[in-house]
């Protein structure tokens, strides 16, 4: 059965970088059907996306959080992580991965297997 | 870019709900529509505009009209109460994008 799970620390200081891993079960990273992405919410708001790494090695951010966001793959461990520098109390939501698929004929991804979020509170 | 979403659509238990999702790459890229409870993670409940994964109940249905698509739910139950989102990627189709969010309640 495919499971995601988010983990990380709960609480991250201003300015400090927010470390995530996603650890996936019952699928592989390498699978080329697949993307994984992070998405993210405020307490009380929306759902937004932060990116998405596919197995060719190539990775897209939204581009307001471009120049401080990372994800990367650890496929030894089948996990994906999430690097966000510099953060601020507005980066303090429910954090989600999730497996994407993608359709021929658009570009757009289907977030499709959500894993169980992880909350992180960015504080001074 | 952005997904323009109502915030907030009431139905009585089983009318119909109809929820709208424009944006001007819509002709060009596949919308997603996902259902959010209290406390859970979104599920998916329509892929590629119309399609319903399977588990899915038959009430809900995808429809699209040039810069806008359409999440219909026909028989509203209780327990479709819920927030209710789409998702898209911009016309490259390299960003994606989730509307605002739309809160259904079940009168």
């Known amino acids: 059965q495919l499971q995601l799970q988010a983990s990380g620390p709960g609480l991250v200081k201003t300015s400090e970088t927010l470390s995530l891993t996603c650890t996936v079960s019952g699928a592989s990273l390498d699978n080329h059907e697949f993307s994984w ?72 991804l289907a977030f499709d297997v959500w894993g169980q979020s992880t909350m992180v509170s960015v504080s001074s | 870019y952005e997904l323009t979403q109502p915030p907030s659509v009431s139905v009585s238990p089983g009318q119909t709900a109809r929820i709208s999702c424009s944006g001007n790459a819509l002709p060009d890229q596949f919308a997603y529509w996902y259902q959010q409870k209290p406390g859970q993670a979104p599920l998916l409940i329509i892929y590629k505009d119309t399609e319903r994964p399977s588990g899915i109940p038959a009430r809900f249905s995808g429809s699209s009209s040039g810069t806008t698509v359409t999440l219909t739910i026909s028989g509203v139950q209780a327990e479709d109460e819920a927030d209710y989102y789409c998702q898209s990627a911009d016309i490259s189709g390299v960003y994606e994008i989730f509307g605002g969010g739309t809160k259904l309640t079940v009168l």
Do not use: H, M
Request: glycine residues 10%; contains cysteine.
């Open chain 1, 37 to 108: 992405g992070w998405i993210r919410q405020p307490p009380g708001k929306g759902l937004e996306w932060i990116g998405n790494i596919y197995n060719n090695g190539s990775i897209f951010y939204k581009p307001s959080l471009k120049s401080r966001v990372a994800i990367v793959v650890d496929a030894s461990k089948n996990q994906f992580s999430l690097k966000l520098q510099s953060a601020t109390v507005t980066d303090t939501a429910v954090y989600y991965c999730a497996l994407a698929r993608y359709y021929y004929g658009s570009g757009a």
